[in-house]
């Protein structure tokens, strides 16, 4: 599915950064064509600025979505989650931060779920950088402190798991 919404914007290089940017990070288009995260209207200049644009790359990028029915439906609806990592030590929580050695290898979330729930441990939150829009795709999970020993040797030790970050 992602790999059908950037191939929508291979002729243009602009709107491409601009929808991988919308995606990356939640972003929706109101029926009016305005960009929006959750409702909330963010200004194009406010986009353009932060991808090295133009607002008018932006604007247009959110009318080239509003005009195709598969990507107008996927926009309208976009929602984003708020991501507890840089706020995880303040609520007494860790984060596991997991570099895999082939994202797109099935398995990995299973395997390191499987880790934690055998320490009953309690997952807060958990979430993975896709593998088509990070250059360096991720596993994220944040579990309530303390973290028994052993557990972060456990998931490096699980064969799809290049590296562990705590």
Do not use: Y
């Not at 939150?125 to 593998?131: E, L, M, R």
Request: some cysteine.
């Amino acid at each position: 599915m992602w790999s059908d919404i950037i191939h929508e914007f291979a002729d243009s290089p602009s709107q491409s950064r601009v929808v991988r940017f919308l995606l990356e990070n939640g972003f929706g288009v109101t029926p009016e064509g305005r960009i929006s995260c959750n409702g909330i209207e963010i200004p194009a200049t406010a986009i353009a600025k932060v991808i090295g644009s133009d607002r008018r790359v932006v604007d247009s990028t959110a009318h080239r979505i509003l005009e195709r029915p598969f990507l107008r439906d996927i926009f309208l609806n976009m929602r984003a989650t708020p991501d507890l990592s840089r706020v995880a030590e303040s609520l007494g929580f860790s984060v596991i931060t997991v570099l895999p050695k082939n994202a797109s290898e099935r398995g990995i979330v299973g395997a390191a779920v499987r880790v934690l729930s055998a320490h009953a441990l309690a997952i807060r939150q958990i979430f993975v950088t896709d593998p088509q829009f990070s250059e360096e795709p991720k596993l994220v999970i944040i579990v309530e402190d303390p973290l028994p020993a052993g557990v972060i040797n456990e998931i490096r030790a699980l064969p799809q798991v290049r590296q562990v970050i705590i």
